[in-house]
């Protein structure tokens, strides 16, 4: 079993940056791809970026490309999502998902979710 607990998330104007967090416990953290997936009011939720379980292959959508970057510790169980020129479209629940597999931008394949954490963008 993995437990992951988002953080970092609050309100921003436009043009700024938040960098959010997701702690993992449990099973080995270095075996899994993480991902980090957002749900704006009244959307589906959507795939943001994934990282693959040694760090070296990243992956985005292409809305965030540029902006946003994609890091883990495994050291300290945690992955990272730096995100700088926010925009009002950015504003979103972020989720962070673990999967024992490839890295993937379905979260069907994902195995485990964090609870959210809410991201606002003001104009």
């Known amino acids: 079993q993995v437990q992951l607990v988002e953080s970092g998330g609050g309100l921003v104007q436009a043009g700024g940056s938040l960098r959010l967090s997701c702690a993992s416990s449990?099973?080995?953290?270095?075996?899994?791809?993480m991902g980090w997936f957002r749900q704006a009011p009244g959307k589906e939720r959507e795939f943001v970026a994934a990282i693959s379980w040694t760090g070296d292959k990243t992956f985005y959508t292409d809305s965030v490309k540029g902006r946003f970057t994609i890091s883990r510790d495994i050291a300290k169980n945690t992955v990272y999502l730096q995100m700088n020129s926010l925009k009002p479209e950015d504003t979103a629940v972020y989720y962070c998902?673990?999967?024992?597999?490839?890295?993937?931008?379905?979260?069907?394949?994902?195995?485990?979710w964090g609870q959210g954490t809410q991201v606002t963008v003001s104009s």
């Open positions: 449990g099973r080995t953290f270095s075996s899994y791809v």
């Open positions: 998902a673990a999967r024992a597999g490839g890295p993937s931008y379905l979260q069907n394949y994902y195995d485990y």
